[in-house]
Structures are given as C-alpha cells and as structure tokens.
C-alpha cells in the first residue's frame, strides 16, 4: 500500500507540474427538472488525437455543486492526462442525493446524471459510448450517489465507486434535508428502505460491476461502509475496499480520488 501511494503521489506530481487538461464549465439542461444545470469536463491533452475516451462521472457531496471537485481538490485533473480519460463533475443539487425524488419535481437527479447528462456529454464529445468506458464514483452523499445510479443503471456504466459513502441512510433521519427528497423515515418507512444503497445488492450479479469502496476510519458513515463491505463478501460481490485513518474531510477525498482513478483505468485498459 505503500509503495503504491508513493507511486501515485510520484505520478500524479509529475503530471500535475506538466498538466495540459482543459477545463470546461459548460450548461446543461434537464427536460425532467424543466432547468438548466452546470457541470464541469475535464478533458485530456491528447484529447485531440484521433480516438475516443472514457469518461468518469465525479460526483460532490452535500451541500456541493459542480465546481467543487476542481476548486477544493489538489491536482486530481492530472488524471485525465495520465490515464487518457475525460472527467465529468455534475452538479447534483444541494441535497438531491441523487435520486428522482417522490415529493419533489425539481430534484430529478437520477434521470439526470444517468441519462440526460450522460447522453449530452455522449453527444458532444468524443467519448466511448458504451458501458465499458463509463465510470462513476462520488464522496459522501455523492459516494451514496453513484452507487445507486450504477447499481440502478448497469446499461449505463460498468464501475463505480464510494468515498466517505452515506451508504445506508436509514441510521440519519433527521440528516441533511434527505427527509425533504423522500419524506420523513416515519411517515415513508418503505420508501427509505428502497433508496438506502445496502438494500440495493439483490440488484448486482458476481461481476457485473466493477466496484471500489473507500471511508476513513474516523469517518461518521465508517460503520455503515463495513456493513456494506461484509453484505457484499456475504453475496460473493467482488470489490475492491479500502479503509485507513481519516476522518470526513477534503484532505482525505484529495488522497482517495487517486485510488478511484486509478482503479477506474485499470477497468477501462481491461475492456
């Protein structure tokens, strides 16, 4: 383990001083929220060469936006120099956690992120248009996020990942406005138990998806991160896990997300 950071904080320096990835803002819009949404693409500097990329989603936490990945995070765009890949942050509302929510017609970020955008970054780039050259990773409400929207949508993409994961929501009712997307834990009992990531593994097959899972062992969702960890060994999931001191916080995203990359192009160079 070791060794491997050394390597990575060693590839990415080198990269991060050399850097040529553009960045674009660009405007989206959503038929299914009736808005315009923002997302940030990172593109490689071979972007130009006569070939198509993959593409990794990138999601934010809450109370996040687009912007957050490329303004809080350090140097994390030298991967998609590194790895030949096109990074997309989209903007997930400030509590949407990603979900079409039931009560809420303007937080529709599942159709969202999973078909809308995808098929308008599909349109505009020169991506891999197929399962094989999509990825998706996330931290916190994010990591929650793109577990649901990968195990919900394994057409769309062929690898996932969590950071810092909310992924069982059932021990938070009261936490970050998820009452105001689902209604309340008491009142909607049923509903919480379909949206919570743990309950959604009867959905997977033995490597139909490639998946790494990552939180820091001061963590407030650690607890939740084991359990999901020994519910996947119990249903013979492959998957890869990875837990060291840390606790919920961008120095510790910074180092994670290099361990996601890394892992999403192993994924691709196999395909």
Same mark, same amino acid.
């Given at each position: 383990?070791?060794?491997?950071?050394?390597l990575?904080?060693?590839?990415?320096?080198v990269?991060? &001083?050399?850097?040529?990835?553009s960045?674009?803002t660009?405007?989206t819009y959503?038929?299914a929220?009736?808005k315009?949404v $923002?997302a940030?693409v !990172?593109?490689?500097d071979?972007y130009?060469a006569s070939?198509?990329f993959p593409?990794?989603y990138?999601?934010?936490?809450?109370?996040?936006n687009?912007?957050?990945?490329?303004?809080?995070?350090?140097g994390?765009q030298?991967a998609?120099?590194?790895?030949h890949?096109i !990074?997309?942050?989209?903007?997930?509302?400030?509590?949407?956690?990603?979900?079409?929510?039931?009560?809420?017609?303007q937080?529709?970020?599942?159709t969202?992120?999973s078909?809308e955008?995808?098929?308008?970054?599909?349109?505009?780039?020169?991506t891999?248009?197929?399962?094989?050259?999509?990825?998706?990773t996330g931290l916190?409400?994010?990591? /929650?996020?793109a577990l649901?929207l990968?195990?919900?949508?394994?057409d769309?993409?062929?690898a996932?990942?969590?950071?810092?994961g909310?992924?069982d &929501?059932?021990?938070?009712?009261?936490?970050?406005?998820?009452?105001q997307?689902l209604?309340?834990y008491?009142?909607?009992?049923e509903?919480?138990?379909q949206?919570?990531?743990?309950?959604?593994l009867?959905?997977?097959?033995?490597?139909a998806l490639?998946? &790494?899972i990552?939180?820091?062992?001061?963590?407030f969702?650690?607890?939740v991160?084991e359990k999901?960890?020994?519910k996947?060994?119990?249903?013979n999931?492959?998957?890869?896990y !990875?837990? $060291?001191?840390?606790? /919920?916080?961008?120095p510790?995203?910074?180092?994670?997300?290099?361990y996601?990359?890394?892992?999403?192009n192993?994924?691709?160079?196999?395909?």
């Amino acid at each position: 383990m070791k060794k491997t950071l050394m390597l990575l904080a060693f590839l990415f320096g080198v990269y991060s &001083i050399s850097m040529a990835a553009s960045v674009d803002t660009v405007e989206t819009y959503s038929n299914a929220m009736k808005k315009s949404v $923002k997302a940030v693409v !990172i593109k490689p500097d071979q972007y130009n060469a006569s070939r198509e990329f993959p593409v990794v989603y990138l999601l934010h936490g809450y109370s996040g936006n687009y912007a957050d990945w490329v303004t809080k995070a350090n140097g994390f765009q030298a991967a998609a120099d590194l790895y030949h890949m096109i !990074i997309v942050c989209p903007d997930g509302g400030y509590s949407s956690w990603y979900w079409d929510s039931p009560v809420d017609a303007q937080s529709q970020y599942e159709t969202y992120v999973s078909k809308e955008l995808v098929s308008w970054v599909d349109s505009k780039y020169k991506t891999v248009k197929d399962r094989k050259g999509r990825a998706i990773t996330g931290l916190s409400m994010g990591g /929650h996020g793109a577990l649901y929207l990968a195990f919900r949508h394994q057409d769309v993409f062929g690898a996932a990942g969590s950071m810092s994961g909310g992924v069982d &929501i059932r021990p938070f009712p009261n936490n970050w406005e998820m009452a105001q997307r689902l209604g309340s834990y008491a009142e909607q009992p049923e509903r919480w138990e379909q949206h919570t990531v743990i309950n959604m593994l009867h959905l997977l097959k033995p490597n139909a998806l490639a998946l &790494i899972i990552d939180c820091g062992t001061e963590d407030f969702f650690y607890k939740v991160n084991e359990k999901l960890h020994e519910k996947l060994l119990y249903n013979n999931i492959p998957h890869d896990y !990875i837990t $060291k001191p840390g606790a /919920h916080n961008w120095p510790y995203w910074n180092h994670a997300v290099k361990y996601q990359l890394l892992f999403m192009n192993e994924y691709f160079s196999k395909k």
